[in-house]
């Protein structure tokens, strides 16, 4: 667990939360600040299309340890974390998503793991990870896909699970690796994991508690077909 001297910095995207902002974000801010008191949380409206920045803005006047990071248009998820990892200052960084799919009670577990790492992710794929809403068959069925394609691509077979969003990095870590990343989609995670390898940085995969959200704003099928051009310009970028 984080130290009380150091800072945790959290970093979670958004794109069309309205629906959900209030329930999640509240948990989220009273969590951090019970447990990790020394804390801030960057949110990052990728140019959501609601009203999801000014019902942010609303929700965090006053509270200062909570920044809103907003523009348009949408931009992607990989741009949404860059932007909000290079906009930290904490020795530890965590990304999570918003729709909070791995609980809030996981954080302390990963940040202890994070001792005797410099990056721990998130997996849903190993023996021990506890999938309490699994998600459709379809999408089950197009990830085993995509990770043969990874596989085949760009390696990382050591790890069961590169797109869980939920993970932590020491902070100077994350924020050298993402000064250095460039794709903004879905692949985002595969182009760090790559370049953390590439670096003989030391990776941990954890399992984690998981459950789909039937709201998620993850554009799935988009994801697949940008996959192909992604995964080739991870391997152009950074051989």
């Known amino acids: 667990m984080a130290s009380v001297k150091s800072m945790l ?3 979670i995207p958004a794109y069309n939360e309205a629906k959900r902002l209030g329930g999640n974000f509240s948990a989220v801010i009273s969590y951090l600040n019970e447990h990790f008191p020394n804390f801030e949380l960057i949110i990052v409206d990728d ?4 009203n999801t920045s000014q019902l942010i803005a609303k929700f965090i006047a006053g509270k200062s340890k909570v920044q ?3 523009y348009q248009p949408n931009r992607g998820k990989g741009y949404a974390v ?20 791995t609980p809030l009670l996981e954080i302390p577990r990963i940040l202890k793991r994070l001792k005797d ?5 998130g997996s849903r794929g190993t023996a021990n990870s506890k999938i309490e809403t699994p998600p459709p068959f379809y999408r ?4 085993f896909i995509f990770d043969q ?5 760009v390696g990382l077979r050591d790890y069961k699970d590169t797109q869980c969003g939920f993970k932590a990095f020491r902070g100077p870590v994350a924020r050298s690796l993402f000064a250095k990343s460039q794709i903004d989609r879905f692949m985002f995670d595969v182009e760090i994991l790559y370049m953390a390898q590439k670096s003989h940085l030391k990776i941990q ?6 459950a789909d959200m039937p709201d998620s704003t993850v554009r799935f099928w988009e994801g697949v077909v940008n996959m192909f051009r992604d995964l080739w310009r991870i391997k152009q970028l950074h051989s």
Do not use: C, N, Y
């Not at 860059?82 to 799919?101: C, K, N, P, Q, Y």
């Not at 394609?149 to 691509?153: E, L, R």
């Open 205 to 210: 995969e954890m399992p984690v508690t998981w």
């Open 140 to 143: 089950k069925h197009a990830s």
């Open 68 to 70: 809103l990071i907003s």
């Open 47 to 50: 140019g959501s299309q609601d």
């Open 117 to 121: 790492a410099d990056i721990v992710i």
């Open 9 to 11: 910095s959290v970093i």
């Open 82 to 101: 860059r932007t909000g990892v290079l906009a930290s200052h904490g020795e530890i960084v965590l990304f999570m998503d918003a729709d909070l799919s």
């Open 149 to 153: 394609i990874k596989f085949a691509m």
